[in-house]
């Protein structure tokens, strides 16, 4: 019956504990946020990662908050706030990241 919630707390659980390893991660290369693709150069590694951390660490405790509608014994149609609450969490992140993150750490600021 709690299957689904708790697959949904799995994966957050490993949102947060990727932004606990990126955080206090002492390796002098910077994480990548985008799946594939280099990461810009960076003026601050440690602070760049330390951000980038945090940013994963909300995700997934705010990931895990919108999996409650998944609870057994709650409305079907709470489903929805799960789906547009995920849909919108991430685009938020995306335009953290793109406007916040990247904007302070670029080494090359003309970009």
């Given at each position: 019956?709690?299957?689904?919630?708790?697959?949904?707390?799995?994966?957050?659980?490993?949102?947060?504990?990727?932004?606990?390893?990126?955080?206090?991660?002492?390796?002098?290369?910077?994480?990548?946020?985008?799946?594939?693709?280099?990461?810009?150069?960076?003026?601050?590694?440690?602070?760049y990662?330390?951000?980038?951390?945090?940013?994963?660490c909300?995700?997934?405790?705010?990931?895990?908050?919108?999996?409650?509608?998944?609870?057994?014994?709650?409305?079907?149609?709470?489903?929805?706030?799960?789906?547009?609450?995920?849909?919108?969490?991430?685009i938020?992140?995306?335009?953290?990241?793109?406007?916040?993150?990247?904007?302070?750490?670029?080494?090359?600021?003309?970009?």
């Amino acid at each position: 019956m709690y299957m689904g919630f708790i697959i949904w707390l799995a994966v957050s659980a490993a949102f947060i504990v990727l932004g606990i390893y990126v955080m206090l991660s002492t390796r002098e290369v910077a994480f990548g946020f985008w799946a594939n693709a280099k990461v810009f150069p960076v003026e601050d590694v440690k602070g760049y990662n330390r951000a980038v951390g945090k940013l994963w660490c909300v995700f997934g405790c705010v990931f895990a908050l919108l999996g409650i509608p998944l609870l057994p014994g709650l409305d079907a149609g709470y489903i929805v706030i799960t789906i547009l609450g995920s849909l919108l969490e991430a685009i938020a992140v995306m335009v953290i990241y793109v406007t916040v993150i990247e904007k302070k750490y670029r080494k090359d600021k003309n970009r």
